[in-house]
């Protein structure tokens, strides 16, 4: 018995020493981790040892790349790389290439009403699987504020408009540069002095006037100098004779579209805008049954304004110069002025040359009105007035929401508006009403806090876009209530916020409620914009939103076409979409890295930030001669 005794207590000191020595084992082993993973600094997201001008995007405390391939142990041969798609470059020509406003394609569409100069994209099988190449000379452009003033001739290689404008003062060329003296047609002294007399006539300072459309912009200078009162101007201007208007004002940091007003809609909801503005734009708005009037009426928000300047307003002293008989312009002026009438729009002023109306708060009167006269109608009920994406532009009033009829004609048809900057945050009354099922004015608020946070964290990631003036323009692709765009609202930034037409819901106006802009859009399709337009691109849940609809190529090719070389993207998804997507856009060269949701490691839901490599099409012969001689 004393035996047994002792060999059990040997035995369970043994066990003891034993366990023991597991546990300070792996104590060990846990401590080696950590320290190995304090101080290891995380990868910079680019490794330009090659000279590549990128800058490295990632601060030394952000977050690793998460790295989702098999693990193989040290005896396993290493994994055969998958190889990557290839996207070759396109040829010099295509660097400004515009796919659904092409020039050739136009031809094939009527010449009436202006048809063939609206939004034509190719078909699938036309789609070009290249990537689209940056000018040789291709420069960062300037930062805001100083990109409103100059731009690189190099970016935008066209003097067509210092010649043809050169008296207006739209753009003057100085050696390697475009300068924008803030010269129009109808503003000699200046947009600044022009905005002026127009801030004589209506109040732009006390908040009402946040958002702005600007008919046939030219190079926006308009909606340049309106950003200095916080008013933000959608600017849009056909791809025409006037080469790249729209690109000189993309690449000063002013938001503008490529578009046209001919026989569909503009891409907009209703009630949109605070401000029309038409200068001398060249829109025979008297004719085709007042349509392009309609149109205006459409996307202007109750009680908002219409501006128009050039011919016809003040004829009578303007005639002479505008090389018109009197009679042409008193008829075009009578007939404007009948079709605002019909829309019970009131005009305000007529001063020297500008001329300004303004749409009614409400329909209680103008129900009345037009049931005497019979003209025009109001469009029928079960058109959804802001359904905008390949639309018919009808010759129809569209009605306002129904206000009690005990109510005044002050009472705003569809919910009072808070003024700018409270309007940003505050419940839109789309929300408040209930129009979108779903989307509680609790959920409206939730949304907001909730991209304040992502924004924050995005910071985090991509350090440059928590740099003041590193980014200027933005496009959001999938922005729902826009609260990305409002989470940088203090930023030098704008934000495109981009509605697919798939989405489950059309939320655009929402976003215009809130004093920001944007428009609807097919990512299947190309963006009726300039190539590098764009400083920063933002896509969530996009690619999944798409899947069975096109390939996620094309809409990388697209993103690739739109973003600037040196660029930002972030993109959150699914991971599975996510490794999918970054095999796809080592083909782009495009350098990143997936991160973990700002929740953590556990959501499915990734974060896959990168930056578009600089790269130009090859020098040209004669400076590949010239540079061989220096040498």
């Known amino acids: 018995m004393n035996l047994f005794t002792r060999i059990s207590s040997r035995t369970k000191k043994s066990n003891l020493y034993y366990v023991t020595l597991v546990a300070l084992l792996c104590l060990g082993s846990y401590l080696l981790g950590i320290w190995q993973n304090t101080v290891a600094n995380p ?9 590549t001008p990128c800058e490295a995007f990632i601060r030394p405390d952000s977050a690793k790349d998460l790295n989702f391939d098999a693990h193989h142990s040290i005896q396993d041969p290493p994994p055969v790389p998958e190889t990557a798609a290839s996207f070759p470059s396109c040829a010099v020509e295509l660097s400004e290439h515009t796919p659904c406003e092409d020039a050739k394609r136009s031809l094939k569409f009527p010449r009436e009403r ?10 699938r099988e036309e789609i070009l699987k290249c990537r689209i190449p940056a000018p040789y000379g291709y420069k960062t452009p300037f930062r805001w504020p100083e990109s409103r003033d100059v731009a690189w001739f190099a970016n935008v290689p066209h003097t067509e408009l210092t010649v043809e404008k050169k008296n207006q003062n739209w753009v003057r060329y100085e050696n390697d540069r475009f300068w924008f003296p ?77 578009g046209i007003m001919a026989t569909i809609r503009l891409p907009y909801p209703s009630r949109a805008f605070d401000l029309a503005h038409c200068s001398r734009c060249l829109i025979p708005w008297g004719q085709n049954d007042g349509a392009y009037l309609m149109e205006v009426d459409r996307v202007l928000r109750p009680g908002g304004y219409w501006i128009l300047s050039g011919p016809p307003i003040n004829w009578q002293n303007r005639w002479k110069g505008w090389e018109r008989t009197m009679d042409d312009l008193n008829t075009e002026q009578t007939q404007i002025e009948q079709v605002a009438r019909s829309l019970c729009w009131k005009k ?41 994406w390949y639309t018919k532009m009808g010759s129809c009033l ?4 129904e206000v009690d009829d005990a109510e005044d004609l002050k009472t705003v048809a569809g919910g009072k508006l808070e003024k700018w900057p409270a309007r940003l945050n505050a419940i839109p009354p789309r929300v408040n009403k209930g129009e979108l099922t779903e989307i509680t004015p609790e959920a409206f608020l939730e949304n907001t806090k909730l991209w304040e946070q992502r924004v924050s964290y995005y910071k985090k990631l991509d350090y440059q876009l928590g740099e003041t003036g590193r980014y200027r323009n933005l496009v959001d692709m999938n922005a729902y209530l826009g609260g990305f765009a409002a989470a940088l609202a203090d930023d030098p930034v704008w934000v495109m916020n981009i509605v697919p037409v798939e989405a489950k819901r059309n939320t655009l106006g929402v976003i215009y409620e809130r004093g920001l802009i944007g428009t609807y859009q097919n990512w299947c399709e190309a963006m009726s914009t300039y190539p590098r337009t764009y ?38 998804d699914d991971v ?56």
Request: glycine letters at 8%; aromatic letters at 8%.
């Open 43 to 51: 990868r910079a997201a680019f490794d330009d040892s090659d000279g």
């Open 114 to 123: 202006l048809e063939y100069r609206q939004r034509h994209c190719p078909e």
């Open 182 to 258: 803030g010269g129009g047609t109808m503003f000699p002294r200046g947009a600044d002095a022009y905005i002026d007399d127009i801030g004589r006539l209506i109040d732009l300072s006390d908040g009402s006037i946040r958002t702005a459309i600007d008919t046939g912009c030219g190079v926006a200078s308009f909606g340049a100098y309106l950003l200095s009162r916080n008013i933000t101007t959608m600017s849009f201007a056909p791809r025409d004779t006037h080469e790249a208007q729209v690109q000189f004002a993309l690449e000063r940091g002013v938001p503008a579209m490529i």
């Open 348 to 388: 305000v002023v007529q001063r020297d040359d500008l001329a300004i109306w303004q749409k009614p708060f409400n329909h209680i009167q103008c129900k009345k009105t037009i049931q005497l006269l019979k003209n025009p109608k109001f469009c029928r009920h079960d058109q959804d007035p802001d359904m905008a």
């Open 398 to 401: 569209t009605p306002l929401p």
């Open 535 to 572: 400083d920063f691109i933002h896509a969530d849940s996009v690619f999944t939103m798409y899947q069975g609809k096109c390939e996620p190529e094309e809409i990388l090719l697209e993103m690739d076409r739109i973003l600037r070389p040196g660029g930002g993207v972030i993109i959150r």
């Open 576 to 631: 599975d979409v996510l490794i999918k997507v970054k095999e796809l856009t080592k083909g782009l060269q495009w350098e990143g890295r997936i991160a973990d949701h700002e929740k953590g490691p556990h959501e499915r839901e990734k974060i896959y930030y990168a930056v578009k490599q600089y790269w130009t099409v090859p020098a040209p012969e004669d400076d590949k001669n010239n540079t061989s001689a220096l040498s």
